[in-house]
């Protein structure tokens, strides 16, 4: 079947770095996208990884392991406005996502 | 109109109800799509359009119908409204298919009640 698994909650401090990880299943693999979602707005696109490896796009990274049906992303100097639900999502064979559930992620001072 | 609307932002609907979610998008995107948000699930695709004139069932696609008449609109009909419909729909565009690297650009949301 297909899958998409990542954490329901996560805490971190203003100033940290956290990891939201998340693992995937799904027929037609090509490509891993991270979008965010703040309350009540729409989901807008973060990052999209096909190879293996590290992008880095400024405070935010995402990760890829293809073999490992594994994926995360990266926060770095965490802002308050950095709290939001983080979505990951993966290609099927249709050439349409399968979405995860989503991370919510809140920021204290 | 700049990206994706939708109308209206939100409803609330008897059960049994012919209803008619309206998306437009001026970014003259060929791909859009339909789906519905629920708490503690991820989005889930309702209907897709791969371009203007085809479309295609996602995930969930019982008790709604789409159409694709031009580039720009793609409206999404519940033919007799359930409560289990009650939810956040989005519509979303993107250049190309989701599967070739294409980012979807999605509208605001309609907030959708079925009493």
């Known amino acids: 079947g297909q899958n998409i698994d990542q954490p329901t909650e996560m805490t971190a401090t203003e100033g940290a770095i956290v990891q939201i990880n998340c693992t995937y299943q799904t027929s037609g693999f090509n490509g891993l996208f991270w979008y965010q979602q703040h309350a009540g707005e729409a989901p807008t696109f973060l990052s999209y990884?096909?190879l293996d490896g590290l992008e880095e796009k400024g405070r935010f990274s995402s990760f890829l392991s293809r073999s490992k049906g594994y994926s995360y992303l990266l926060l770095k100097e965490l802002q308050m406005k950095d709290s939001a639900s983080y979505l990951c999502a993966a290609t099927d064979s249709n050439y349409q996502l399968i979405w995860g559930a989503g991370t919510k992620l809140i920021i204290k001072p | 109109i700049a990206g994706i609307t939708q109308a209206p932002t939100s409803q609330i609907l008897a059960a049994g109800r012919r209803m008619t979610l309206r998306c437009t998008q001026d970014?003259?995107?060929?791909?859009m799509y339909w789906y519905r948000q629920d708490l503690g699930l991820g989005l889930r695709l309702i209907h897709y359009s791969n371009t203007a004139g085809t479309t295609g069932k996602g995930e969930v696609p019982d008790g709604y119908s789409v159409s694709r008449a031009n580039t720009d609109d793609f409206p999404l009909t519940l033919a007799s409204a359930v409560p289990s419909q009650t939810s956040v729909y989005f519509c979303?565009?993107?250049?190309?298919?989701?599967?070739?690297?294409?980012?979807?650009?999605f509208g605001p949301g309609t907030r959708l009640t079925v009493l």
């Open positions: 970014m003259r995107h060929n791909a």
């Open positions: 990884n096909v």
């Open positions: 979303a565009s993107s250049v190309g298919l989701a599967g070739e690297s294409n980012e979807q650009f």
